[in-house]
């Protein structure tokens, strides 16, 4: 099993920050830099579910234009729905504003195949696609110019000025034998969400032996992105997150019990150490809870527990 770290742990508030009050958007990000947390997580979608969604690379692009020290994860971007060149760009733009400061989750999605197919792409390529736009991707990062011909792209003396410095990390969404493989060949490490602590730490050890095998770097970042319901009121938190669970994916809140977790600060934070144990050094939690500013405060504390559980020795 790998050795824990100290984890750093953010929070994903999404919707919480697409409103037209730059004010109200800035005490949320100074609340999550204020109190402590390490970043700021925001997903995407094109059109999920019949139309809702937000494009997770012009959110971050708020995120970090509005502050000067959070960092933002995209946790997960639809990179096989864009062009690599387009995001490529995007990148390179967004690490001049913000050197440093962007990690970029990829995977293929699939929760919603209207959306893939209405953004012209075909389900069943998905994640080939995704495969040669993360190829194309690293190469676009490097400066140089780059000819590609693939089944999908195809570039020629192609070129991003100024590559970004340093170079946006890719970490890679998904699970299974797909996630492993793209990990090891793409990735500079993996993002789970929805698994058990026993089955992210099965995943990290095989992306570990993967990039091994295929003699690459191994990958130094692992993270877990949760729902977790928080509250002082352990009843009121598992209701609020099952809720909010069945609106969004239209299912009863016992499908998702055992891959989220509700409660106190206490209670989540003992949900989450055998995820930090297993290797999950980079944690979000997706806040459900009275208000955007007390799931803030509760993150704040579920990370305080956890930093003092894992605390390096000596």
């Given at each position: 099993?790998t050795?824990a770290?100290t ?15 730059p004010a109200a958007?800035?005490r949320?990000l100074d609340h999550i ?5 390490d970043?700021?997580t ?5 059109s999920?579910?019949g139309g ?5 690379l ?5 995120i ?8 933002v994860?995209?946790g997960?971007?639809?990179?096989g ?5 387009v ?12 050197p440093?400061r962007?990690?970029?989750?990829v995977?293929v999605?699939?929760?919603?195949r209207?959306e893939?197919?209405?953004?012209g792409?075909?389900p069943?390529t ?6 040669e736009?993360?190829?194309v991707?690293?190469k676009?990062?490097?400066g ?9 792209f195809s570039?020629s ?12 990390p ?14 090891a ?8 969400i929805?698994?058990s602590?026993r ?5 990290v050890?095989?992306?570990r ?9 191994a990958?130094s970042w692992f993270g877990?992105?949760?729902w977790c319901?928080?509250?002082?009121d352990g009843?009121?938190?598992r ?8 609106a969004l994916?239209g299912?009863p809140?016992?499908?998702?019990q ?6 106190t600060?206490?209670?989540?934070a ?11 050094g ?6 459900v809870?009275?208000?955007v ?7 704040a ?7 003092a ?6």
């Open positions: 099993m050795a770290t984890p750093k742990l953010g929070v994903a508030v999404n919707e919480a920050l697409l409103i037209p009050d958007r800035r949320i830099a204020g109190v402590g947390l970043h700021a925001t997903g995407d979608h094109v999920f579910h809702a969604g937000f494009d997770g012009v959110s971050a692009t708020s970090l234009a509005a502050s000067d020290t959070l960092a994860l995209v997960i971007y639809l990179a729905l864009r062009h690599p060149m995001t490529a760009r995007q990148l390179a733009t967004i690490s001049q504003v913000a440093a962007l990690i970029l989750g995977g999605g699939g929760e919603d209207s893939i197919s209405n953004a792409v075909d069943a998905r994640g080939r696609r995704l495969d736009t993360l190829e991707l690293r676009l990062a490097t140089e110019a780059v000819d590609h011909q693939g089944q999908f570039l003396n192609a070129r991003i000025l100024p590559p970004p410095d340093p170079r946006v890719l970490v890679i969404g998904g699970s299974g034998d797909a996630a492993v493989r793209r990990a060949a793409y990735g500079d490490g993996w993002l789970g929805f698994c602590a089955r992210f730490g099965e995943t050890e095989r992306i032996d993967a990039t091994a095998e295929l003699e690459r770097p990958p877990l992105s949760m319901g928080l509250g002082s009843d009121r938190a209701e609020l997150l099952g809720r909010r669970m069945q994916y299912q809140p016992e499908k998702f055992h891959v989220t977790a509700a409660g600060p206490e209670q989540v003992e949900e989450l150490a055998p995820f930090v144990a297993a290797g999950a980079n944690l979000t939690i997706v806040t809870a009275e208000s500013h007390d799931g803030i405060d509760l993150a504390e579920v990370r305080r527990l956890l930093q559980e894992f605390a390096p020795v000596g």
